[in-house]
């Protein structure tokens, strides 16, 4: 008889945690791509984590003036792996930059909606100039703060008015961005009821000169996230992996948009 309830409480913890398993994980958000162009990812952010674990790709910052800007240890350098390189831009090129809205979008209710975001660009070559939270400024910032909301993207698509993509943001290299690397913070002031969280992601951008291409070869990234030529990218939910091309809703005008680097006009300037 022992045995039989053994088996059976054993039985029960195993459905449990199935059932939990199946449940997506209010997690929080990331830039999935720094370069997004032709429906391919070209940049990414430093210490790029290829089997896209949450604890490896969010930095949460505590509202204090001296709290590290980057991840320490994983953002907090130039760190790319040659299968995950940084942006390539010439100045006053555009940039479209991907993020998934992972449950802070469409979820959450009564929670408002999920904040704004900024992006932040060191001028110098070659040098971070942003390492606190205090050097994150107007000063520094490209642009006015955006909503997280796009107005159009969700994981699963399912919801009214929206279709099954990632959120999008763009930014635009300083017209007289000098040629090298620069560092780059998006900072997400993601808000709660009564208060909000602060994230980052830390990236560069390889300013390039007059004679240099971005280019549109792909870099060599893991099998684990190519099958055959498609790229595939996971966003948090498990071991589900999707593919821009095919798993996610795009229409000609949309399209047209990246390529004008106009995309996401419904997000709102704050």
Known sequence: MFATITSSLTAIAVAAVLALAAIPAHAHSWLECTDFR?????????????????????????????????????????????????ARAHPGQTLVFTYMERSHVVSGTPEPKPGNYSVHWSSPVDQDTI????????????????????????????????????????????ADAAPGRHQVVWWWKYALS??????????????????????????????ARWIGNTPRFNPGYGNVWYDYAKDYSYTDEFRQQVAAGTVAPQQRIN
């Open 38 to 86: 032709d429906g391919q990812c070209h940049g990414w952010q430093r210490g790029w984590d290829e089997l896209h674990q949450d604890l490896l790709m969010t930095h949460r910052i505590i509202n204090q003036n001296n709290d590290p800007a980057c991840f320490p240890g994983r953002q907090d350098q130039p760190n790319y792996a040659a299968s995950f390189p940084m």
């Open 131 to 174: 390492h606190t939270r205090s050097d994150l400024s107007s000063t520094n910032r490209l642009g006015n703060s955006i909503a997280f909301d796009d107005g159009g993207c969700s994981d699963l698509g399912t919801e009214p008015g929206r279709v099954k993509r990632p959120c999008w943001g763009r930014l635009t290299v300083p």
């Open 194 to 223: 009564n208060d909000y969280e602060e994230f980052t992601s830390c990236f560069d951008v390889q300013v390039l000169r007059d004679d240099e291409e971005p280019g549109n070869a792909l870099p060599p990234n893991e099998a």
